[in-house]
Structures are given as structure tokens and as C-alpha cells.
């Protein structure tokens, strides 16, 4: 998502004068300005930190984009996305991580496998996690 891009269809905003605080757990999109303690939640949603945004919580959601303040763990399924004046501190989680110029990130980085669900023979669902473990780079190498 570029910078200048319009988000459509959120569907809840906490504005830039309000706070909240305890375990925030949504489907959809979400776009947060003001003040958040406590947990953001969501299976496969997106949450949109604004760049008015200060928020003290552990994020675990489908996509998270950041323009504001983060302080805690960032995990999710799909992907993190970092704009300046986006503020981290914390470690990231996503299988796929984008983080522009003039971020200020710091904690760990960690890029993990997309989990995969099938359905086997028996039609039971199968988790496919590609082993789950994060993404090692010597072994996509070649070497002599």
C-alpha cells in the first residue's frame, strides 16, 4: 500500500481524542488515532495505526499497518507494513515485512512461514505451516 493510497471499508475508527484500554478484538478493518493499552486482536482483520496513534499493546491480526506509534510484539498472518512516522518498539512477526525510510524500529525482526490449511483424504483440515520456523536465508544459498 503506497502512501497516498485510500483505505475503503473500515469499519470502526478510534479518533485521535479518544483512548481505550483492556482487549480489542475486531473483524474487518479497524483504523486507530488516539490512545490504545492492552491487546489488539483479529483472526484475519487489518488494523491501521495512524500516524496520531500511540499504542501500548501486544497486536496479533491478518495485516498491520503502521504509520503511528507502536510500543509491544507485532504479529501477523499475512503481513506488516511500516510508513514514516511510524514508531516500533517491539519485535515484528509476518511472513512478509515491509518497512520504509524514516521508520524508527526497534526490536527483532522475524520472518515466518504462511500457514497453509488443506483438507486430507478424510476431509479433516491439515495445517501446512512450510515447518513454521522462521526464515533462514543460508539455506536458499548456494554454495561452491
Known sequence: MKKGKIIDSVSTIVGKDSSFQGNLDFKGRIQIDGRVEGQ???????????????????????????????IGKIKASERIEVYPPGRIEGDILAPIISIDTGVIFNGNCE??????SSKNKRGESDTNTADNEPFNLKSFIKTG
Open 111 to 116: 520472518m515466518t512461514a504462511r500457514t497453509i
Open 40 to 70: 489488539i486482536r483479529s483472526e484475519s482483520g487489518t488494523v491501521i495505526i495512524g500516524e496520531t496513534a500511540l499504542v501500548t499493546a501486544d497486536v496479533n491480526v491478518g495485516i498491520a499497518i503502521i504509520r503511528g506509534e507502536v
